[in-house]
C-alpha cells in the first residue's frame, strides 16, 4: 500500500535517463526514462529487462535511481 513516507522524488530524472529500478521486492531492473508527468509523480520507464514501458507512482515505494 503506498505511504507518504515511501514518496519518491523524481524531478532530477528526465527523459532519456538511464535508471535502475529497485522494486518493493529489493529486484532491480534497468531501463530508460520515457516520459514522466510535470510533478514528477508518475515516470514511465522502458524497462531492459524486457517487461515493456512500466509506469510508477511517486508514492509505491519503488526506486528509480540514475545510472
Request: aromatic share 4%; proline share 9%.
Given at each position: 500500500m503506498?505511504?507518504?513516507?515511501?514518496k519518491q522524488n523524481w524531478k532530477k530524472?528526465?527523459?532519456g535517463d538511464h535508471v535502475v529500478v529497485i522494486d518493493t521486492n529489493d529486484e532491480e531492473s534497468p531501463g530508460i526514462v520515457d516520459c514522466k508527468t510535470f510533478a514528477s509523480?508518475?515516470?514511465?520507464?522502458?524497462?531492459?529487462?524486457?517487461?515493456?514501458?512500466?509506469?510508477f507512482d511517486h508514492r509505491e515505494g519503488v526506486k528509480v535511481i540514475p545510472t
Open positions: 503506498p505511504t507518504k513516507e515511501a530524472l528526465e527523459p509523480e508518475v515516470i514511465w520507464i522502458v524497462d531492459h529487462n524486457g517487461r515493456g514501458r512500466r509506469a
